[in-house]
């Protein structure tokens, strides 16, 4: 019998866990109601996506948090291995770290609701665990940071919650990794099949209307057309987002919005106007000569690395 090999996600699979959809479905319903609520907020959401930047928020400033408490967990146990009639030097450095930590655990959670929203299906479930696992260690986190006010000091408890606290934003990294490298959330859906860096033949001039998108197969690559403003922009039809068509999309001039989760993109570069899309697109030089429209990779793409070589391609191992 085939089965499907055991990832760390795998057990959120089980009908045990559909407790989560039942979660996550009322949670999503609000948080689009909140980042849609007018300009500011959608506005709000795309800072939080990573759009101006062109690159996603969560990941980078993780390392806020995820510092402040590894230091605060160093400093807790040097204070309990060196502290002599109830003083520490460690003390005062490792309640700043505990505290440091919550305050970046703030705009670091804010990031990862912006870039769950969009979500849906088993992914939404993985994602809904990450929150809740990462909502729980900074609720350990902050009763570890009352136990540490002066007048309430319980020094030992608060070492073990906020070790507790470590443990388990520790499995929600774990979680979190899951859904970037084994989900592919909000991974680039543009990255192979790799269009052959050559001016390609794709149609004749009279089958590109203005103002109409019209799509072409280039090595497996669907390249999308249109002919605005005597310009012709050429841009690949998958959304980086999710791989939405966005041939199917709405079209405002030469922005396009992915008929999927709404991104937007500028055909003139591609790059993002709107999440939650933080990518830019793949694009492609077009040219019309003779009656006839050829479209290149534009040079970015001339640095990619080549799509991986099939087995039979390559090299064989040497023997061990």
């Not at 309430?152 to 774990?174: P, S």
């Not at 001016?199 to 280039?218: Q, R």
């Not at 001339?302 to 039979?312: I, K």
């Amino acid at each position: 019998m085939t089965r499907q090999g055991w990832t760390a996600n795998s057990p959120l699979e089980s009908e045990r866990f559909a407790w989560l959809d039942t979660i996550s479905v009322p949670v999503q319903k609000s948080w689009h109601a909140l980042f849609g609520a007018n300009k500011g907020t959608m506005y709000a959401k795309n800072v939080l996506n990573g759009v101006p930047w062109r690159h996603r928020v969560h990941p980078a400033i993780i390392i806020w948090p995820l510092g402040a408490w590894t230091t605060a967990a160093l400093l807790d146990t040097l204070d309990g291995v060196t502290s002599r009639n109830g003083t520490s030097q460690y003390r005062a450095s490792a309640d700043a770290s505990v505290a440091f930590g919550l305050v970046g655990a703030v705009p670091t959670a804010l990031a990862g609701w912006a870039d769950w929203v969009d979500q849906y299906g088993h992914q939404r479930r993985v994602g809904m665990a990450h929150a809740l696992t990462n909502i729980t260690a900074i609720a350990l986190y902050a009763a570890s940071m009352g136990l540490r006010m002066p007048g309430m000091e319980r020094r030992r408890t608060a070492r073990v919650l906020a070790g507790l606290g470590y443990a388990i934003v520790g499995a929600g990294g774990v979680l979190g990794g899951e859904l970037v490298y084994n989900l592919g959330v909000n991974i680039p859906h543009v990255l192979y099949p790799k269009a052959p860096v050559k001016w390609t033949d794709v149609l004749a001039s009279e089958e590109l209307p203005v103002g109409e998108p019209v799509v072409v197969d280039v090595e497996r690559v669907p390249v999308m057309l249109l002919r605005h403003e005597g310009n012709i922009y050429a841009a690949e039809s998958w959304c980086p987002h999710a791989g939405g068509p966005l041939n199917e999309g709405k079209f405002e001039g030469c922005i396009v919005e992915c008929p999927w989760h709404q991104s937007r993109f500028d055909l003139r570069d591609g790059h993002p106007l709107q999440g939650p899309a933080a990518t830019l697109l793949r694009m492609f030089e077009a040219r019309e000569e003779s009656g006839r429209i050829s479209v290149k990779p534009s040079y970015e793409a001339e640095e990619w690395p080549p799509a991986p070589a099939p087995p039979a391609e390559r090299p064989a191992l040497a023997p061990q």
